[in-house]
């Protein structure tokens, strides 16, 4: 079994920037690949970014690239996403997100933490 820690989130003005951190622990050698999902009232859960965990490729959403940044620190089991230019529709929970490597979807979640873009 896998646990996901997120950490990072708080209120910020429009065009400000956060820093989110997930830290895993447990069975972590079975994780192939780690990744950021993001849900608002009234809305679906949206996929953000997501990296392979052994060569780093990264796929981030349309919606953030160019202004989001996820990546990885092996030896310390985290991974990243650093926000910029944030807006308030990136207003969400943020949740951190494992893959083992006979999973067809992520099965591993965080509890959430909350982004606040507000003026």
């Known amino acids: 079994q896998v646990q996901l820690v997120e950490s990072g989130g708080g209120l910020v003005q429009p065009g400000g920037s956060l820093r989110l951190s997930c830290a895993a622990s447990?069975?972590?050698?079975?994780?192939?690949?780690m990744g950021w999902y993001r849900q608002s009232p009234g809305k679906e859960r949206e996929f953000v970014a997501s990296i392979d965990w052994s060569g780093g490729t990264t796929f981030p959403a349309d919606s953030v690239k160019g202004r989001f940044t996820i990546s990885r620190d092996n030896a310390k089991n985290t991974v990243h996403l650093q926000m910029n230019n944030l807006k308030p529709e990136d207003t969400a929970v943020y949740y951190c997100?494992?893959?083992?490597?006979?999973?067809?979807?992520?099965?591993?979640w965080g509890q959430g933490t909350q982004v606040t873009v507000s003026s």
């Open positions: 997100a494992g893959r083992a490597a006979l999973d067809h979807v992520y099965k591993y």
């Open positions: 447990g069975s972590v050698f079975s994780i192939v690949a």
